[in-house]
């Protein structure tokens, strides 16, 4: 199978994951196109996030992608399905343009904060924040494996924190300050660090908490909280999944395949009151606790690592074209 991946030059979690994903199952036969440089040489400025800094998750290119005469491959059928990023709609349309009238299995990927308006056409399109009744592919984010093994190498941290959180607040997160606020009144011994958003480059940048760092102070605390950020689905959700801690997540109206069990794998709350009580309980139940952490790192090597992901998605597209 060969794959024709029409890329946008700023990180961007979902095709960024997904590409991951394919390039695992399928290496230099996914060209990313034009070649997503933060990718391969990181990004060292700007509000970016941590793991853009230092890909070190990403598939080496050495050379063997073939980015050339792509236009003349496209017409000759070379590439079962072109793959792109909502962001990099203009890119396709000014190829599409150049060669009227030749057939492509075309998948648009939005990985908005919110969905994407998109005018109905011969398209697949895949969608990260669907709930699964919007005729979209749900897309979630997914975690790289490289990823969860840096995570897990904190694993044996002791443990000093009763819950964590470190993230950011501001201006579209004003709801988390209040809960964070809430929470270090209650448990004084959480680790909840924030940090205010700006989207001007570098601003704040001395607040800014090193991959590394990060992973290690979550590991040593007994509970990891997600939050919504701009969109439901984020990435600090999957990488609390590989922490050696009790996930609790805010209640998220997403479809998300294989999904996390309430009470089986993580713990869902819907307010803070009811945070509270889910917290004081599982601190008195720690075999229980152990069990959940357990069951939810088996059920995200089965089916949530961006190689699944990436199965998934080669699955549903090939039943939506057929």
Not at 258 to 265: E, I, P, W
Request: net charge negative; charged share 25%.
């Amino acid at each position: 199978m060969n794959i024709l991946f029409l890329t946008h030059s700023d990180p961007n979690y979902v095709p960024d994951f997904l590409l991951h994903g394919l390039r695992k199952l399928l290496g230099e036969n996914v060209v990313d196109y034009p070649k997503k440089e933060c990718l391969y040489s990181g990004m060292q400025s700007g509000n970016i996030p941590e793991i853009y800094r230092d890909p070190f998750w990403f598939p080496a290119d050495n050379g063997k992608v073939n980015r050339d005469d792509i236009e003349s491959r496209l017409k000759n059928n070379y590439f079962d399905y072109v793959v792109c990023d909502v962001r990099a709609q203009p890119l396709y349309q000014s190829i599409y343009d150049k060669l009227s009238g030749f057939e492509v299995k075309l998948v648009v990927i939005d990985g908005e904060d919110s969905p994407v308006e998109i005018k109905p056409g011969p398209f697949v399109v895949c969608r990260r924040e669907s709930d699964g009744t919007d005729y979209s592919i749900p897309l979630p984010m997914a975690l790289p494996e490289e990823i969860f093994n840096r995570i897990v190498s904190y694993s044996d941290n002791l443990k000093s924190h009763s819950i964590g959180f470190i993230g950011s607040v501001g201006k579209y997160l004003e709801s988390r300050s209040i809960l964070l606020g809430n929470l270090a009144s209650y448990y004084p011994d959480s680790l909840l660090l924030s940090a205010p958003v700006s989207y001007d480059a570098d601003v704040h940048s001395e607040e800014r908490v090193g991959l590394d760092s990060y992973y290690d102070n979550l590991q040593r605390c007994r509970f990891v909280l997600t939050l919504r950020g701009k969109g439901y689905d984020t990435f600090r959700f999957w990488e609390n999944t590989a922490c050696n801690a009790l996930h609790i997540s805010e209640g998220m109206p997403l479809f998300i395949p294989n999904d996390f069990k309430d009470k089986l794998h993580i713990i869902r709350y819907s307010n803070i009151d009811q945070l509270r009580s889910i917290i004081d309980n599982q601190l008195e139940r720690e075999q229980e606790t152990t069990q959940m952490i357990q069951n939810s790192h088996q059920h995200l090597k089965e089916f949530h690592l961006t190689t699944s992901r990436a199965t998934y998605f080669l699955d549903r597209i090939k039943s939506a074209f057929n």
